[in-house]
């Protein structure tokens, strides 16, 4: 893993997930997003140790997805940091079966839903952090709220790079998925804006290329929420129920829902759909025959 020095005191980490190494006093590192797991917390050790030089004493969480903090654990096991995270999302740190049990609308997950991706070894949660500025390690952070990717995740801005997690996704990804994984809809359009407001002169998404400004990618990433959001409601104009809206979408965008993860990120994706509209007022719901009905106003 070849560190990409960014400014005088940071480093993005590049891969599957891009972390982040913060030079702070005395040498004392600050670790972003390791990644997945034991493999990926050691290879972000090894570059930080040997590449930048230093120690790790802190790590920073942005959200609490498994491909973020699975790697926590094992570098905690070898250095001790400190671990910060945002809430609610630390109790998926310190709790991991929250994480697919919350895809699988809130009960025991089924095994296929246990792997790697979905679910991460425990990490231990030392300081919970709020949007606004934090001091770690004589390095001053601002904190940004970007919630709706996940219930509270965060954005890191740290001199002048914004480490800014899954708040955008690269067209790789989208394309992949074509309905990206929501928690919350509206507050995710609300983070889009508040990305859109943060200056900064390098921005380390979660995963893809290193940008220079984010105007493109957040363009990108609102008009897919917002196609998103009318076709759930063309879906309603007859009433219909929450399964029927899913393989609507499922069929519309051609999503590779072909396997339990896939299909379980986006059943609750399109139930969040369904609540941003309700709180609009353009969908009513009611409950019927023992279904769940919705329908365009
Ligand atoms: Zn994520």
Redesign the pocket.
């Known amino acids: 893993m070849a560190a990409v020095q960014l400014s005088e005191r940071v480093w993005a980490l590049p891969g599957g997930v891009n972390g982040g190494v913060i030079r702070g006093d005395d040498d004392r590192l600050l670790l972003i997003d390791p990644g997945i797991n034991e493999t990926a917390g050691k290879k972000a050790l090894k570059a930080a140790r040997e590449e930048i030089g230093g120690e790790v004493a802190a790590i920073l969480t ?4 498994a ?2 903090f699975g790697a926590n654990a094992a570098v905690v096991k070898r250095t001790g940091a400190h671990v910060y995270a945002p809430a609610p999302d630390d109790a998926v740190l310190r709790y991991p079966i929250l994480q697919p049990a919350l895809l699988y609308g809130g009960a025991d997950p089924l095994e296929s839903l246990r792997g790697n991706f979905l679910l991460a070894k425990a990490s231990p949660v030392d300081c919970v952090v709020a949007p606004g500025p934090l001091a770690v390690e004589g390095v001053t952070i601002e904190v940004v709220d970007l919630s709706g ?2 219930p509270g ?1 965060v954005g890191y801005l740290i001199y002048d790079v914004f480490f800014c ?2 708040v955008i996704l690269p067209e790789s990804v989208l394309e992949k998925y074509r309905i990206p ?1 929501l928690f919350g809809v509206t507050d995710h359009l609300a983070a889009l804006e508040r990305a859109a407001d943060v200056a900064f002169a390098k921005a380390v998404p ?2 893809g290329p290193l940008l220079d400004r984010l105007d493109e990618a957040i363009a990108i990433n609102r008009n897919l929420v917002e196609a998103v959001a009318d076709t759930t409601l063309e879906l309603t104009e007859r009433p219909a129920t929450t399964e029927e809206i899913l393989a609507g979408l499922l069929a519309r965008f051609g999503s590779p829902a072909v396997d339990a993860p896939s299909f379980y990120l986006l059943q609750p994706t399109a139930a969040a759909f369904l609540a941003h509209l309700h709180r609009l007022e353009r969908v009513s719901h009611e409950i019927r025959d023992g279904r769940a009905w919705w329908a365009a106003i």
């Open positions: 942005t959200h609490g997805h491909d973020h990717h996940s995740q997690a899954d994984y979660g995963h």
